[in-house]
């Protein structure tokens, strides 16, 4: 139908990440040690215009204390972007999805109660969202050979497989990893980048490459061993190292 | 003008898209029952769903008929899936009839990369067209699918994504279809609901 095919584009999305508890935004170190860095909304607004292609916010308490979404902030900082919002945190069923999308979200991020108790939730919220809405939050911690999957912000323990978590997840109906690492978060000491190419390298979703950017060159080091097809940022952002116009056309630089 | 953003349940993200709509200077609300839609001159279909629940959402909520009356006679824009279920039928999950205004079919993506697309891409015009006015190659959108349009004549935009190149942009009257999220797609979003409004001077 059209012969002229058009140069494909490989541009990695720069995500900025909000760890939300209550009304804060705060930056755990190993998904513990909470710091207080500042307002959702007025971070999300930096962000946005300092040029994220997207804004991931998890209220990282929520699950641990089965606590209710505070849906006034997240309508806040959606009203903050043209840009999509992902929305996460103590997610537990296909009514939880409708109420966020209703609050602002353009996909809705889960974790420990598909993880731990009811993988279905993914298969039903994907058969109402589509896959393109439901975002699964993998919090992987290395061990000798394997990672395991970790729930509630790096603090309980699942058995789980990540490699094997990730294929059920995406076979489930999620269309997208976030992949965390308990050992590298806030360390700023770099991406576990093998954890990252192997889940990569099992699912055929995009796959959002989170935990351990410290300076730029930690992104460079990642993309030049595998293509997430987002990175993930917080520490980086949040301490004012840099911002994302100066990610990006770093990155722009040596593409 | 009032532009009315059809809630048909427990998909779509009706806030952003309301929110987007009063930036480019709209007076937007919702509808979500027949007799809305007397309240409002055009409509848009969001999207953020999947094809076989929204068509039986819109069936359970008494929407149909009411809405092909509208989209009938109003200028109407569909969003992403809200452009999917404008078309015959769509395989989604299922095979399953669309709303049948427009003459396409919805398949999963065929490309070599990562699905869904997920992510900011530009848009080729590749026909006239009141809705793209203005749009230029630099311009980026942002993307979140897992299926496209095919089989469908009154295309006017394209996109590419992992060595595939597909309908993005249909246009036929007063009906409009964009598979990217103006909403969600910074200053370049805004320009296309723009000319969306413009569309029903």
Redesign the interface.
């Known amino acids: 139908m059209f012969p002229k095919v058009g140069k494909a584009r490989n541009v990695t999305r720069i995500i900025a990440k909000l760890d939300i508890k209550s009304q804060y935004v705060v930056k755990p170190i190993h998904f513990e040690g909470l710091r207080k860095i500042g307002s959702p909304a007025q971070l999300s607004r930096g962000y946005y215009e300092q040029g994220a292609d997207e804004v991931f916010y998890i209220d990282i308490v929520a699950s641990l204390y089965e606590r209710g979404y505070d849906l006034a902030q997240i309508q806040t900082c959606a009203k903050e972007l043209l840009v999509p919002f992902a929305v996460g945190g103590g997610v537990r069923s296909v009514d939880d999805f409708s109420r966020l999308f209703h609050a602002g979200a353009d996909k809705v991020v889960i974790n420990t109660h598909a993880l731990q108790e009811c993988p279905d939730v993914i298969t039903r919220a994907a058969r109402v969202f589509g896959s393109q809405a439901v975002v699964v939050n993998v919090e992987a911690k290395r061990w000798d050979g394997w990672w395991e999957c970790y729930s509630d912000c790096g603090r309980i323990r699942s058995g789980r497989n990540v490699l094997e978590w990730v294929k059920e997840a995406v076979e489930r109906g999620a269309g997208e990893v976030l992949l965390q690492s308990v050992d590298h978060d806030g360390r700023r000491r770099g991406f576990d980048v093998e954890l990252i190419g192997n889940v990569i390298g099992s699912v055929s979703v995009p796959v959002v490459a989170a935990s351990g950017a410290g300076t730029l060159a930690h992104i460079k080091e990642l993309l030049a061993c595998c293509t997430p097809s987002g990175v993930a940022i917080a520490s980086l952002l949040h301490y004012g190292v840099s911002t994302v116009g100066e990610i990006k056309s770093e990155l722009q630089e040596c593409a | 003008m009032k532009i009315g953003v059809v809630d048909y349940g427990?998909?779509?993200?009706?806030?952003?898209i309301v929110?987007?709509l009063e930036?480019a200077g709209a007076d937007a609300g919702t509808i979500s029952n027949a007799d809305d839609f007397a309240q409002y001159d055009q409509l848009v279909i969001p999207g953020?769903?999947?094809f076989?629940?929204a068509l039986e959402e819109i069936e359970t909520r008494g929407l149909r008929g009411a809405l092909l009356a509208n989209i009938a006679r109003k200028p109407t824009l569909g969003i992403c899936?809200g452009m999917q279920i404008l078309c015959k039928v769509g395989f989604?999950?299922v095979e399953c009839d669309g709303l049948g205004v427009v003459d396409g079919e919805v398949r999963p993506i065929q490309c070599k990369?990562?699905?869904?697309r997920?992510?900011?891409?530009?848009i080729?015009v590749v026909r006239p067209s009141r809705l793209l006015a203005g749009v230029t190659p630099t311009d980026e959108f942002?993307f979140?699918?897992?299926y496209e349009v095919v089989n469908y004549t009154d295309v006017t935009g394209?996109?590419?994504?992992?060595?595939?190149?597909y309908v993005c942009a249909f246009e036929t009257g007063h009906i409009f279809g964009v598979q990217f999220?103006p909403?969600?797609?910074?200053?370049a979003?805004?320009g296309v609901l723009k000319n969306f409004l413009h569309a029903g001077e």
């Open positions: 427990r998909a779509g993200n009706i806030y952003n929110n987007a930036a953020v769903g999947a076989p629940d899936l989604e999950f990369g990562p699905v869904p997920m992510g900011f891409g530009s080729e942002y979140m699918h897992s394209l996109t590419s994504y992992a060595e595939h190149r999220h909403e969600r797609s910074r200053e979003g805004i």
